[in-house]
């Protein structure tokens, strides 16, 4: 079965840094292209970032471009979203996800999901 557990979500101030951690069991991590996504009450789940398999390549949507980095570890079957420079737009309840296709990052093609981890920015 697979599981994917996100922690390190909380309530932080404007300004501030966050580090989101993913965990990975029950699949073959290393072939799987690994996103965070966010979503808020009422609208669609946005790409915040996702990593090729290998870490060798990121993608970042425009939000937060310069602010947060992607990483994994293959051995850990672990991945990371550090965030910086939070803003209260960046408040959402952050999911970790595995897929296959790293130019197709929609989240309808994704395979696997955590449940989410809460992250909230006050100004």
């Known amino acids: 079965q697979v599981q994917l557990v996100e922690t390190g979500g909380g309530l932080v101030q404007a300004g501030d840094s966050l580090r989101l951690s993913c965990t990975a069991s029950?699949?073959?991590?290393?072939?799987?292209?690994m996103a965070w996504y966010r979503q808020t009450s009422g609208k669609e789940r946005e790409m915040v970032a996702a990593i090729s398999t290998l870490g060798s390549n990121s993608k970042y949507g425009d939000a937060v471009k310069g602010r947060f980095t992607i990483s994994r570890d293959n051995s850990k079957n672990m991945v990371w979203l550090q965030m910086n420079n939070l803003k209260p737009e960046d408040t959402a309840d952050y999911y970790c996800a595995a897929g296959g296709h790293f130019g197709r990052l929609a989240p309808q093609n994704m395979d696997y999901w955590g449940k989410g981890t809460q992250v909230t920015v006050s100004s």
């Open positions: 029950g699949l073959t991590f290393g072939i799987y292209i």
